[in-house]
């Protein structure tokens, strides 16, 4: 849908000509357009006494508007309760939730005229620094503006490339660090992928792990230290990370240092190789791996094979199984951004429904004033509008952006065509239990039931959130 600029623009301005900005700046967004301000500035079209009584008026009068819509509405979250940073998002009306699919179906049905005045709306109650509602509604009109103009491509580039030049491997491993601290979103697989994987590699001497993830070898020095200290003799360890995430690359030679430093002071013989300059994993070969005949591999994807393009996706299986491992470890985060990929409202609501449980959790685990908070919303944002608001079809082939989630379901019915489920043994399943115990109360581990699953799931508040499993040929 072509959507002109001057026809949403138009009612964001003020008298003055000033654009309406509520927390953005120019390092959020790229578009040069009067709803994002370049100097980051928020002005309003009304005095702030005015704003506040209108804003309670809009929603009520968005309310209003959509009762007599038949279409259904999906409650994302079972639970309400409060926060020093205000209401969560499970709490109150909902608002956001409610406002933002809106305007995601006006979009659909390419309304114009509602279409500008839930832009406007949102823009207004929106705020990054806000609550749960105001990040939610934020980020998503981000995302939605960027639809409705077709300039999803523009702002995705300039997001990442802003995030690229303030990376640096201290704030990486800070925040990645903070993150284990207070979630298990990370460490629930790491636990769970390296119990696999020890069990797997018993007794041989010669191991090969070929990482493709995004953990930035955070999962590994668990793993040295429990090869210094098995029983027989410590076997020598080859581990070849394969980078595809520009971001990565800056850092990944000091993380390389520090690993061959951790492993000599563990006493295991350590091999670190980096195989970087690919675009997307569809360019990945046996060859460019260096596997060797007398090597026991291990092959661990942790968030990957969510970024490898769906048709290709089959293929990149096929690949791993032609490295005859012995065991495979998948972790990928539960949603399904791919069956309604061509479904713009379908593909919506499981995006909004997934990152407003990711926020209620953030909301929950970090201070209201974290950076690292911050700094993990906005790496949601660049997300978010990857996901609802470019074209993969006219991408350039940047494969590494691909943010197609699926279910472990899906996951299980691609991976079964080459691997059968190896399942994770009872030791593996109290490791995770024990790693649980050590955050605040809310998550729980379940085990996939029936034919058509395998693996585990960490859940929040009884929602699943992250999937684990391990296959082998």
């Known amino acids: 849908m072509k959507l002109s600029l001057e026809k949403v623009v138009q009612p964001l301005e003020s008298k003055g000509g000033s654009p309406i900005t509520h927390g953005y700046n120019s390092l959020q967004s790229p ?4 709803l994002f301000s370049s100097k980051g500035t928020p002005t309003h079209l009304f005095p702030s006494h005015q704003r506040s009584h209108d804003r309670v008026a809009a929603i009520d009068m968005q309310s209003n508007s959509s009762s007599g819509n038949n279409q259904p509405q999906t409650s994302h979250t079972s639970t309400s309760r409060s926060s ?5 998002c499970g709490a109150g009306k909902k608002w956001a939730s409610k406002l933002l699919s809106e305007c995601a179906r006006a979009i659909s049905e390419k309304d114009s005229s509602k279409i500008q005045n839930l832009l406007w709306m949102l823009n207004e109650l929106a705020s990054p620094y806000g609550d749960c509602d105001q990040k939610l509604a934020s980020y998503f009109l981000q995302a939605l503006f960027c639809k409705a103009t077709e300039s999803g491509q523009r702002c995705f580039k300039t997001l990442t490339t802003v995030a690229e030049k303030s990376h640096s ?18 460490t629930f697989g790491h636990v769970a992928s390296n119990g696999a994987i ?3 590699l018993n007794g041989e001497s010669k191991l090969h792990i070929i990482d493709i993830s995004h953990t ?5 020095p668990t793993l040295l230290e429990a090869l210094a200290t098995r029983n027989d003799e410590t076997p020598h360890l080859k581990l070849t990370v394969v980078v595809t995430a520009s971001i990565v690359r800056s850092v990944i030679k000091e993380i390389g240092q520090r690993m061959e430093k951790f492993a000599r002071l563990m006493g295991v013989p350590f091999e670190f190789h980096v195989i970087s300059g690919l675009n997307h ?15 026991a591999i291990a092959i661990n994807c942790n968030g990957a094979l969510k970024r490898v393009e769906v048709e290709e996706r089959n293929s990149v299986i096929q690949l791993f199984r032609s490295l005859n491992p012995r065991v495979l470890t998948i972790v990928e985060e539960e949603a399904d951004f791919t069956s309604s990929r061509y479904d713009f409202v379908r593909c919506f609501e499981e995006c909004l429904r997934y990152y407003t449980l990711y926020f209620e959790m953030l909301e929950e685990s970090f201070a209201p004033t974290s950076n690292e908070r911050l ?11 990857r996901v609802l608001a470019c074209d993969e079809e006219n991408d350039g082939g940047a494969g590494e952006c691909c943010e197609r989630r699926e279910r472990g379901n899906q996951w299980f019915e691609r991976l079964r065509e080459a691997f059968s489920p190896a399942g994770f043994s009872d030791d593996v399943i109290d490791d995770v239990k024990a790693l649980l115990k050590r955050y605040r109360a809310g998550w729980g581990l379940v085990l996939a039931q029936g034919d058509h699953e395998s693996g585990i799931y960490l859940t929040w508040k009884e929602e699943p959130v992250v999937w684990a499993s391990a296959w082998k040929p």
């Open 216 to 220: 930035l070898c955070t999962q590994w």
């Open 169 to 186: 491997f201290d704030s990486a491993r800070k925040l990645i660090l903070k993150f284990q601290e207070v979630s298990p979103w990370t």
């Open 84 to 88: 020093d940073s205000g209401e969560a």
């Open 198 to 200: 020890l069990e797997a």
């Open 281 to 295: 994993l569809g360019e990945l070969t046996k060859e460019g791996l260096g596997v060797q005949e007398d090597e």
């Open 31 to 34: 578009m040069k357009t009067t």
């Open 375 to 385: 700094m993990l919303e906005r790496e949601c944002s660049r997300n978010i509008v």
